[in-house]
């Protein structure tokens, strides 16, 4: 027993003595955002402005900007929809481990194709990135989780151009998660600017093809529309303090839009990040939340588009009728069904890595390469643990 | 008529294997069907299929909470999922060089060897072979339903040897079974009802 649970067991104590007077506070602060999202619900361009003054004191500003839709509006489920391809992509990886006997990263990106309604039997493409040797080096020093992450998200959002290609009529490309790429985030390296350059180029032509693209985001835990609302009560000395401003702090958008009726979305909100100078025009960053439930217990997703989605009724109907249609396959636990069967497509488990680890050594051992060593931390983790007699 | 190729080895030992292959493939084997594992140097190994399992996992049992399940839905679960169906299958027989033995094979079949369901050429060159000295590995296995096995096994062969002008081969495949079971009345009673079943059902 490694957990000192006396001390875990005192502090649960204490947690559980201020719980009640802790959810009041954030009940009224709830109810405050209640009130602030009506008062401002119809007052887009007086938010716009304030948004501009607000990223005058902090370029890295996250929030919702509102279109022409009011800030409490809601579209319920669409018809059904015309026949469309669906596609999305999901993508794992495998970190370098310089704690392993052998240094190499691994992204596998997943693909499924599925046309609903026509009983057609999906397709599925999978696409396997394996690096070792000088490619593991991103200038000097070896690449991080992060930029394998990178590369990931790039891969996958690569893959799915490359896959619609195959396919006419409208197609439905989803990614789970934000449709920004992430990453590197801290000082906005080289290779960040990169990776961003590289997905605009993708964005294009996905623009070319009027693709219906969206990430969605479930389980969100941002409060981008509520940071809207902190905004619009900020004073101009709140302003040049914005940073630190935070009248609803632990309020997120989930709450805000839990009342949202089963299969309706939010209104399409614009996204306004630090990314925003490269996400512009037709590729500007937009966004909307879903209550994905078929029943009274909401279950909310965020779904990013690009502009050419948000300003367009048809393709914005189309995704929104699609993904309920998804989620509703899913029963109980409403998910897109074509996202969770790409993430069962590209997971790399533990049996598939130590699979690769067997092949690479081999290769490597046929060539009269030397292997290295597991490190002597690992090789001591790696020790198995008692077992019951 | 060839045979057809219907999955690869799972798991294997002398006395039986079990195959898997997509659920697609459903509508080949059978309970009953006569599989060969067609190994190298002109050596064969043949099973009689005893069970058939399909297996589930986590999505499967969420997806069947739903009302309505659209035919993609089941045609991607199906075809495009790993979820391979698995045949439990006891060793009857071995073929070298083109002679049969109703003998437990020398040495079993390896993982991933191709699994064939046998054409009615093999299904009538394998039970012909001999004098069925092959059923006795289906009633050494006390807990199959060996009266449902050898309903099913007699049936398809049967067809098969009347096709090729051999009507005479269930009844000697009759007696031989009343021969071996004569010391055991219940399992006898069991396996020429579910046979008179079959003769019903046809």
Redesign the interface.
Known sequence: MSVSFQQVLNKIQSITSTIKEDQEKLNLRRQFAVKLWKKHADECDFLIRKVEAAKENDPLLRCAIPTDEHLDHFNLLPPVIASCTLIAADGSQVNPDRHSAILYSLVNIGL?V?????????K?YTFSDLKHGEELYADSSLISADLVSLQRDLAERHKLLEVSNEYQGTILALTDGPLEVWGLRQGFSESYRRALETHIKVLDEMFKKEMVLAGVVDKPGANLVVRLLEIAEAQEDDLKNIKSYSLLRRVDDRWLFRTLPPGARSAVFGLQSSASTYYKGTHALHFFYLNTSADDHPNIVRVEIPAWVASDKEKLNMLHASLIEQC??????PYP?IL??AH?VAVVTYEDKVYVEQLLSHELLNAQVELGEISSKKSAKDLPGRSRP | MDSIKIGYMLRSGITGFVAGCPVSQMSLPSLGALLSVPLADDYNIFGIIYDINIADDGLIKQLVTVDNISADVIRDNRERRIIPMEMSVVTVGWEKNGIVSHLLPPKPPLSLDIIQLCSDEDLIRFTDAGNFGYFRHILRNKDLPIGEIFAAHIQQARRAHMLNGNPAWWEKATRELITLLRDDYSTLMEVLSTLGDTETGE
């Open positions: 499924i599925m046309k609903p309604g026509t009983g057609e039997t999906s599925i509703r396959i899913m029963g109980i636990k069904y969770h069967r069962e």
